[in-house]
Nanobody, 129 residues
């Protein structure tokens, strides 16, 4: 089973950029679609983006399209969430996770945290002046 570990969070000003890393230990990283989520206190974990096993296909929630990108390097067992043009509402604990579903099934319906089974501990991103 994969165990993701997120890093790279911190404090950034509005309009700034931040690149997170999600390194996953365990076998067969390249077999799993990877997801990116965020959560603020008192709210459910929110889907942000996902990337297919072969890194050829990505999927984003509407609020981050054009600002965020997700990529992966299967040789390094790592996912890279990249955040640009950050807004205060992007402040949250950001997580990555692995899904046991194949990509076609995962994206056939709205993606939720229930589609993912291996979660990291999260990294705090704070956007504030």
């Amino acid at each position: 089973q994969l165990q993701p570990v997120e890093s790279g969070g911190g404090l950034v000003q509005p309009g700034g950029s931040l690149r997170l890393s999600c390194a996953a230990s365990g076998m067969s990283f390249s077999r799993y679609p990877m997801g990116w989520f965020r959560q603020t206190p008192g709210k459910e974990r929110e889907f942000v983006a996902a990337i297919s096993q072969n890194a050829l296909v990505t999927y984003y929630t509407d609020s981050v399209k054009g600002r965020f990108t997700i990529s992966r390097d299967n040789a390094k067992n790592t996912v890279y969430p990249q955040m640009n043009s950050l807004k205060p509402e992007d402040t949250a604990v950001h997580y990555c996770a692995a899904s046991g579903r194949i990509w076609r099934i995962l994206t056939a319906t709205p993606i939720s945290s229930a589609d993912f089974g291996s979660w990291g501990q999260g990294t705090q991103v704070t956007v504030s002046s």
